[in-house]
């Protein structure tokens, strides 16, 4: 017998309704391309989404279709969001970051027919373009006053396309199956591929972002969302805020400390959200200038591990509360968030921290298990490690147009390419992407907890360790380090911090010290790129 429940389709065009309607006022504020800052409401963003659906409308956009997006995290992004989703159309966020190979290949891939692009992207489009035949428009996301020369064909003003319609438009009803929004993760290896969510998995997974068990987002906090729209939807953050009413804060282009500092403070900021690398520079900033925070209570951390250095400045000298979340593109991207439990309010801080250097339980909707190389089940011990499965309604069933082939096995599992533990209260800990483990004499070594380690002597600013052939062990580690600035911290000194916290077995063979490290267009280290150039590096205990 089936229930007697309605059966209301899950729609992404009922998120800025429910806000304007719920928490008309709810501010928006965005740092604007252009330079001033923009602030409006919940009840604005609808009105314009609205219209910008019907001029989008009028210009030929119907269902299904693709349309991309080259542009920081901003008010007229957010329109976009909700207006392309919102009328069935497909919004493809394009990360600028990514090589210009890789741009022409996702564009043509995915099929886009119009491209919105903020100014910055102009000059990346421009150099593209005779490689983007099927493009039918350019949408410059600006008003008439800042529209640049420009030798695109086809552009048009953002402004006055909007202005080419009033608000009056229905948001149509379709199946919540239907696809809002196209990401392509960057992919170390092969092209990359597309992952296309739908509006049942986008609110579904909003649901979860505002749970307090997830990020706890609600109408009492103002948010800033650093990791950008154009990096799996910025977390599903710009959908639950409009879920939830919480104040929005979007930092635009400028992602340095300053900027960021600055908009935190002046506009009340509690909860924020990034890559470890973003908030290097905003801790260095603070430090440099002697800040505190007025406000912030929580950051929310994933995309890479936390090392543990950063945790304890967030707690020791910030008083801000570090929230360890995983996840990938292919997942919303949420999957675990480490919020503790009952049972850990006695903890000692040190406790709590220690606790959090694990990526955290997952969150009710994802299935997660861990199995060793012939695919059986292994304990939730904390001890024994293997590839990470993942399942659930916000988790990819194949990429777009099948490229990758059947990525699930039979019962859904999906293989993140992790490798974790999984402790008896539920919490999971990443210890590698399978790929970057370091397989010594039959022992695997975590180049993450290596790297954790390293980055928290003092003098180390960046830390990468790599597998490097041994004729012996067959691979040992190599570490690769960023000195901090005006620092001239020694290899011995590395060593020997290191020795007090991991086993003698996994300590580097040797240490190198460089410039700069790889990083992929998400911020991760390019760790391919460093075994490829570092492969037939000779380590010292190599004995000829
Ligand atoms: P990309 O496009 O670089 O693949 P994703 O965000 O999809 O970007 O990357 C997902 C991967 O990032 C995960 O499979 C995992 O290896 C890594 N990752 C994400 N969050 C964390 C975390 N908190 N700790 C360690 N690794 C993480």
Known sequence: MLGLMQDRPLLISSLVEFAALNHGDGEIVSRTVEGPIHRYTYKDCAVRSRQLAKALEKLGVEKSDRLGTLAWNGYRHMEVYYSVSGMGAICHTINPRLFPEQ????????????????????????????????????????????????????????????ATADDDYQWPAFDERTASSLCYTSGTTGNPKGVLFSNRSTILHSYVVCTMDGLGLSTMETILPVVPMFHVNAWGIPYAAAMS??????????????????????????????????????????????????????????????????????????????????????????GTVCNL???????????????????????????????????????????????LLVRGPWIASGYFKAEGGSVVDDDDWFDTGDVATIDPDGYMQITDRSKDVIKSGGEW??????????????????????????PKWDERPLLLVVREQDTDVTKDEIIDHLRGSIAKWQLPDDVLFVDELPHTATGKILKIKLRAEYKDYILPTVTS
């Open 341 to 387: 439990k009952k049972k850990h309010e006695s903890f000692s801080l040190d406790q709590k921290m220690e606790l959090s250097l694990k990526q955290g339980r997952s969150v009710f909707g994802v299935d997660m298990k861990i199995v060793d190389g012939a695919g059986k089940e292994l304990p939730w011990d904390g001890k024994a490690f293997g590839n």
């Open 245 to 334: 009413g919480a104040k929005i804060v979007l930092p635009g282009a400028r992602m340095d400390g300053e900027a960021l500092y600055e908009l935190m403070e002046n506009e009340g900021v509690t909860l924020s959200a990034g890559v470890p690398t973003i908030w290097m520079m905003l801790l260095g900033y603070m430090k440099e200038n002697n800040k505190k925070f007025s406000t912030m209570k929580r950051t929310v951390i994933g995309g890479s591990a936390v090392p543990k250095a950063m945790i304890e400045t967030f707690h020791r000298e910030y008083n801000v509360n570090v929230v360890h979340a995983w996840g990938m593109t292919e997942m919303s991207p949420i």
């Open 445 to 470: 070594i975590s180049s993450i907890d290596v790297e954790n380690e390293a980055v928290g002597c003092a003098g180390v600013a960046e830390a990468a360790v790599i597998a490097v052939p041994h």
């Open 103 to 162: 741009i022409i290949y996702i564009i043509n891939h995915a099929e886009d027919r119009y491209i919105f692009i903020d100014l910055t992207f102009l000059p990346l489009i421009e150099k593209l373009i005779d490689h983007l035949p099927q493009v039918e428009g350019f949408i410059i996301m600006t008003d008439e006053a800042n529209m640049p020369e420009t030798k695109l064909s086809n552009v048009y003003c953002y402004e006055n396309l909007m």
